[in-house]
């Protein structure tokens, strides 16, 4: 099998970490003496605090510091041992009293990411599957890894997606026990809540169904003895529901806890939960801060705090209902969150608040979907209504300012987030530019010769090459391989190219970048139904063509005024054609489009390498080989060069229409034995239509009669290969017939007679395009690293495309 170099998630968040740390936004340090839960200083400057998650502000109250600091005195800092052997002199006090609050005797946790890690897996039985919701919690995520190694499947929906979620459930139902759905009960950055009702309407009609909260983001503020969010809709804890809740955030201590009303459980997981064997139990300090905190819970105290925050809340909504601050959801939760949909908006606007005396989060991916990057903003007891006010009029004089300044408006940030527009909006959206754009949906209406100027001899993708993939991929009847095309071309005022490119509109495959053990097992369920998980994809180039799709003249200056322009006009066309992803694609590295694209909520992955040969200047094998590394030149003249006696190597100018169907015979073993990019297998009629152009020729091998096995005339190799412009050889498509190609190395000496003809007809580049790199680089060929930049309407189809190189990677809530 073919293979690809995959993109690299660490690598990714880490460039945008970086930027945003860059930035001056985030991975800050505090430098009060001391804190109060109001204000917080940073880099001298001292600022209301609206980035805590401590919505009630018992961090600061008296009576845990006092129990903690008489924790201390009493029992030290730490009770060094497992408790699995036995647990500090305080634990059962605060069990105790977490029970009463709940009714239930709970499991606590040092923390619920390893409150997770000892839960998930014991409660999930080998013979259960999972669906995890898109935005579920990082470390619930990150505990269900564990269970695709045993074999469980692992399914993930579209945030809150009930029609997914059933759909899953049915998939699910013959071949699982119990289905288990795990979701967020309050949601940490746009602070939405879990639709909980109604999935306690669907676990009745699938009784598999089970529920797996967490809901630390709803703990203290919501219910009945602050019991959370989860708890405030059902009352009570049904059989079919478990919890995962915190001690720490707004319950001001330390800790987490789980909930189930199944004690057969409960004693499963305390007695060996993973974590709660072997890791450190809570510190002691921790525990008498939690059981100070549950006394608060277990008042009628708990009920003022939460009516005090509430009012806060309420007041904050009032001022917000008065502005056009994009606000994504507001309800009675203390989590808001202003939706930017640009990160260098969201860069710009909390510097600024910043500047005004506001501490706030900036939101960005993966905490949330690329193009919905924003501001969090919580509320804690600590804030007063003054600074509350302040803030919002903050927001609404700066907001316009950076809008203009990043060359956003409310009208992309509203198409990002899917909020109804009018047509004042519309109408500041529009760019004024001295730059004149033409826009064309066919090659046809596109000088000949001022396109190839500027895009042509790369691969398939010249003047006459786009005529033919436009009449190739029109296929009304097959979804997959009905393709429309956009031409842009961005001049200046002296009619001088600065930019041009084109894009397509397509379906893809969600796994076409994914690992291929992947791939194959989707491939299984697409027997059935052949688009199952696959996007519709307004993308640069086309899934038929490799190399630099969009000219830009750096040295011009308007250059970056051109991309901004394709960018806002490309938008346009993606909004119109309701696509999934935009994606931007086989760029070279450069740090001033990583920069452009990234401000512009584009993110940046690493596409396989692509290959070509640059030196076709040798005049004999011998020099060829010599020109090759030393490593390389043995190779080619021990596992090559004595091969090639074995074939009779034809090149054909037109194929029969029973060759050519034998060819595509040898295609579609090479297609369904390669995953490595796992596009859709082109229908034959497309090679048909080779046969007809005079830009496709086809290099065919047969094997040599006293080197067959079996009596055959039918060839056991071919490249299929476009003629572009005289200048650049394009081996597209390859097929082999795989009984033969191991003994005769036939995929070597395809490459091998590739590179003698691009010779013979005195070209001078051949473009080998993705995949295999390693045998390609044996034959000469130059590695150039590519990059693209996506957009998503959620992370969603990003993700399962496999640019993130998981199945359900990831998510790092804060």
Same mark, same amino acid.
């Given at each position: 099998?073919?293979?690809?170099?995959?993109?690299?998630?660490?690598?990714?968040?880490?460039?945008? #970490?970086?930027?945003?740390?860059?930035?001056?936004?985030?991975?800050?340090?505090?430098?009060?003496?001391?804190?109060?839960?109001?204000?917080? !200083?940073?880099?001298?400057?001292?600022?209301?605090?609206?980035?805590?998650?401590?919505? @009630?502000?018992?961090?600061?109250?008296?009576?845990?510091?006092?129990?903690?600091?008489?924790?201390?005195?009493?029992?030290?800092?730490?009770?060094?041992?497992?408790?699995?052997?036995?647990?500090?002199?305080?634990?059962?006090?605060?069990?105790?009293?977490?029970?009463?609050?709940?009714?239930?005797?709970?499991?606590?946790?040092?923390?619920?990411?390893?409150?997770?890690?000892?839960?998930?897996?014991?409660?999930?039985?080998?013979?259960?599957?999972?669906?995890?919701?898109?935005?579920?919690?990082?470390?619930? !995520?990150?505990?269900?890894?564990?269970?695709?190694?045993?074999?469980?499947?692992?399914?993930?929906?579209?945030?809150?997606?009930?029609?997914?979620?059933?759909?899953?459930?049915? /998939?699910?139902?013959?071949?699982?026990? /119990?289905? +288990?759905?795990?979701?967020?009960?309050?949601?940490?950055?746009?602070?939405?809540?879990?639709?909980? @009702?109604?999935?306690?309407?669907?676990?009745?009609?699938?009784?598999?169904?089970?529920?797996?909260?967490?809901?630390?983001?709803?703990?203290?503020?919501?219910? /009945?003895?602050?019991?959370?969010?989860?708890?405030?809709?059902?009352?009570?804890?049904?059989?079919?529901?478990?919890?995962?809740?915190?001690?720490?955030?707004?319950?001001?201590?330390?800790?987490?806890?789980?909930?189930?009303?199944?004690?057969?459980?409960?004693?499963?997981?305390?007695?060996?939960?993973?974590? =709660?064997? #072997?890791?450190?139990?809570? *510190?002691?300090?921790?525990?008498?801060?939690?059981?100070?905190?549950?006394?608060?819970?277990?008042?009628?105290?708990?009920?003022?705090?939460?009516?005090?925050?509430?009012?806060?809340?309420?007041?904050?909504?009032?001022?917000?209902?008065?502005?056009?601050?994009?606000?994504?959801?507001?309800?009675?939760?203390?989590?808001?969150?202003?939706?930017?949909?640009?990160?260098?908006?969201?860069?710009?606007?909390?510097?600024?608040?910043?500047?005004?005396?506001?501490?706030?989060?900036? $939101?960005?991916?993966?905490?949330?979907?690329?193009?919905?990057?924003?501001?969090?903003?919580?509320?804690?007891?600590?804030?007063?209504?003054?600074?509350?006010?302040?803030?919002?009029?903050?927001?609404?004089?700066?907001?316009?300012?950076? %809008?203009?300044?990043?060359?956003?408006?409310?009208? /992309?940030?509203?198409?990002?987030?899917?909020?109804?527009?009018?047509?004042?909006?519309?109408?500041?959206?529009?760019?004024?530019?001295?730059?004149?754009?033409?826009?064309?949906?066919?090659?046809?209406?596109?000088?000949?010769?001022? +396109?190839?100027?500027?895009?042509?001899?790369?691969?398939?993708?010249?003047?006459?090459?786009?005529?033919?993939?436009?009449?190739?991929?029109?296929?009304?009847?097959?979804?997959?391989?009905?393709?429309?095309?956009?031409?842009?071309?961005?001049?200046?005022?002296?009619?001088?190219?600065?930019?041009?490119?084109? @894009?397509?509109?397509?379906? +893809?495959?969600?796994?076409?970048?994914?690992?291929?053990?992947?791939?194959?097992?989707?491939?299984?369920?697409?027997?059935?139904?052949?688009?199952?998980?696959?996007?519709?994809?307004?993308?640069?180039?086309?899934?038929?063509?490799?190399?630099?799709?969009?000219?830009?003249?750096?040295?011009?200056?308007?250059?970056?005024?051109?991309?901004?322009?394709?960018?806002?006009?490309?938008?346009?066309?993606?909004?119109?054609?309701?696509?999934?992803? %935009?994606? =931007?694609?086989?760029?070279?590295?450069?740090?001033?489009?990583? $920069?452009?694209?990234?401000?512009?909520?584009?993110?940046?992955?690493?596409?396989?390498?692509?290959?070509?040969?640059?030196?076709?200047?040798?005049?004999?094998?011998?020099?060829?080989?010599?020109?090759?590394?030393?490593?390389?030149?043995?190779?080619? @003249?021990?596992?090559?060069?004595?091969?090639?006696?074995? #074939?009779?190597?034809?090149?054909?100018?037109? =194929?029969?229409?029973?060759?050519?169907?034998?060819?595509?015979?040898?295609?579609?073993?090479?297609?369904?034995?390669?995953?490595?990019?796992?596009?859709?297998?082109?229908?034959?009629?497309?090679?048909?239509?080779?046969?007809?152009?005079?830009?496709?020729?086809?290099?065919?091998?047969?094997?040599?009669?006293?080197?067959?096995? *079996?009596?055959?005339?039918?060839?056991?190799?071919?490249?299929?290969?476009?003629?572009?412009?005289?200048?650049?050889?394009?081996?597209?498509?390859?097929?082999?017939?795989?009984?033969?190609?191991?003994?005769?190395?036939?995929?070597?000496?395809?490459?091998?007679?590739?590179?003698?003809?691009?010779?013979?007809?005195?070209?001078?580049?051949?473009?080998?395009?993705?995949?295999?790199?390693?045998?390609?680089?044996?034959?000469?060929?130059?590695?150039?690293?590519?990059?693209?930049?996506?957009?998503?309407?959620?992370?969603?189809?990003?993700?399962?495309?496999?640019?993130?190189?998981?199945?359900?990677?990831?998510?790092?809530?804060?």
């Amino acid at each position: 099998m073919a293979k690809i170099k995959h993109n690299n998630f660490i690598d990714t968040v880490d460039e945008i #970490f970086t930027g945003a740390k860059n930035e001056g936004v985030l991975h800050l340090y505090a430098e009060n003496t001391a804190l109060s839960g109001r204000t917080i !200083q940073i880099k001298g400057r001292e600022m209301f605090h609206f980035g805590t998650t401590g919505y @009630l502000g018992l961090e600061q109250d008296d009576r845990l510091k006092e129990a903690s600091i008489e924790a201390i005195r009493k029992y030290g800092t730490q009770f060094p041992l497992s408790k699995s052997y036995i647990s500090n002199p305080l634990y059962a006090e605060l069990e105790t009293k977490i029970e009463l609050m709940y009714g239930i005797p709970p499991i606590i946790t040092k923390n619920s990411t390893l409150g997770h890690i000892a839960v998930i897996p014991t409660i999930v039985r080998d013979e259960d599957g999972v669906i995890l919701d898109h935005q579920v919690h990082w470390s619930v !995520q990150n505990a269900c890894q564990t269970l695709k190694l045993r074999g469980i499947p692992v399914e993930m929906i579209r945030h809150s997606n009930l029609e997914m979620l059933e759909h899953q459930i049915k /998939k699910l139902a013959s071949k699982c026990n /119990k289905i +288990w759905y795990m979701a967020d009960g309050v949601y940490s950055m746009f602070g939405d809540y879990a639709p909980i @009702l109604e999935l306690m309407e669907l676990s009745k009609k699938y009784p598999q169904l089970h529920l797996y909260f967490d809901d630390v983001h709803g703990m203290s503020w919501k219910g /009945k003895n602050g019991t959370g969010y989860v708890v405030s809709v059902l009352k009570e804890l049904p059989d079919n529901v478990m919890i995962m809740g915190t001690l720490s955030k707004t319950f001001g201590a330390s800790g987490a806890v789980f909930l189930c009303s199944n004690e057969r459980i409960r004693e499963k997981i305390k007695i060996f939960g993973g974590p =709660l064997t #072997f890791s450190a139990q809570l *510190e002691p300090a921790a525990v008498a801060a939690g059981i100070a905190s549950a006394d608060i819970h277990l008042s009628s105290e708990i009920q003022l705090l939460q009516k005090e925050l509430k009012e806060k809340i309420d007041y904050c909504n009032e001022l917000l209902s008065k502005t056009n601050l994009p606000i994504i959801v507001q309800n009675d939760s203390p989590v808001f969150f202003l939706g930017t949909a640009m990160p260098l908006t969201t860069y710009k606007l909390v510097q600024n608040l910043f500047q005004e005396g506001f501490f706030v989060n900036p $939101a960005i991916y993966p905490a949330v979907p690329v193009k919905n990057t924003g501001i969090r903003i919580t509320l804690s007891r600590h804030n007063q209504k003054e600074e509350i006010k302040a803030l919002v009029e903050a927001m609404e004089k700066h907001l316009p300012m950076v %809008l203009e300044e990043t060359e956003n408006s409310l009208y /992309k940030i509203h198409k990002a987030f899917g909020i109804k527009e009018d047509e004042y909006f519309q109408e500041e959206s529009i760019r004024k530019s001295s730059l004149q754009v033409q826009y064309e949906t066919t090659i046809n209406n596109i000088d000949k010769n001022a +396109w190839n100027a500027l895009l042509g001899k790369q691969s398939t993708f010249d003047w006459e090459g786009l005529q033919f993939l436009e009449d190739a991929f029109s296929n009304k009847n097959s979804p997959e391989n009905d393709w429309s095309f956009q031409y842009y071309i961005i001049k200046d005022e002296n009619n001088i190219p600065v930019l041009a490119t084109f @894009l397509t509109y397509d379906l +893809w495959k969600d796994d076409m970048l994914a690992p291929e053990s992947i791939s194959l097992q989707l491939e299984e369920t697409r027997k059935q139904n052949p688009l199952h998980l696959t996007s519709k994809v307004l993308a640069m180039g086309c899934l038929f063509t490799e190399g630099n799709h969009c000219y830009i003249n750096e040295s011009h200056p308007s250059a970056k005024e051109a991309i901004a322009l394709l960018l806002e006009k490309v938008e346009i066309i993606y909004q119109e054609l309701n696509a999934d992803m %935009l994606v =931007l694609r086989d760029f070279e590295e450069n740090t001033m489009l990583n $920069a452009i694209f990234h401000n512009q909520g584009f993110l940046k992955i690493n596409m396989p390498e692509a290959c070509s040969i640059q030196n076709l200047e040798w005049n004999a094998v011998e020099e060829f080989s010599n020109s090759l590394s030393t490593r390389s030149k043995r190779h080619f @003249l021990e596992e090559v060069v004595p091969y090639e006696k074995a #074939f009779h190597v034809v090149i054909k100018n037109q =194929l029969t229409t029973a060759e050519m169907e034998h060819c595509y015979r040898l295609y579609q073993n090479v297609k369904n034995n390669n995953h490595a990019i796992n596009t859709f297998t082109y229908p034959i009629d497309i090679f048909i239509k080779m046969i007809n152009n005079p830009n496709w020729e086809f290099i065919v091998l047969f094997l040599k009669a006293d080197e067959k096995e *079996e009596t055959t005339k039918q060839a056991v190799g071919v490249m299929f290969c476009y003629k572009n412009m005289e200048h650049t050889y394009v081996p597209a498509l390859i097929g082999m017939d795989y009984a033969y190609s191991l003994k005769f190395n036939s995929y070597r000496q395809l490459l091998y007679q590739t590179i003698k003809r691009a010779r013979e007809l005195n070209y001078k580049k051949i473009d080998f395009g993705f995949s295999a790199t390693f045998e390609k680089k044996k034959m000469g060929a130059v590695i150039t690293p590519k990059v693209a930049y996506i957009q998503a309407r959620d992370n969603f189809s990003m993700e399962l495309m496999g640019t993130l190189q998981n199945d359900f990677k990831t998510r790092s809530n804060y």
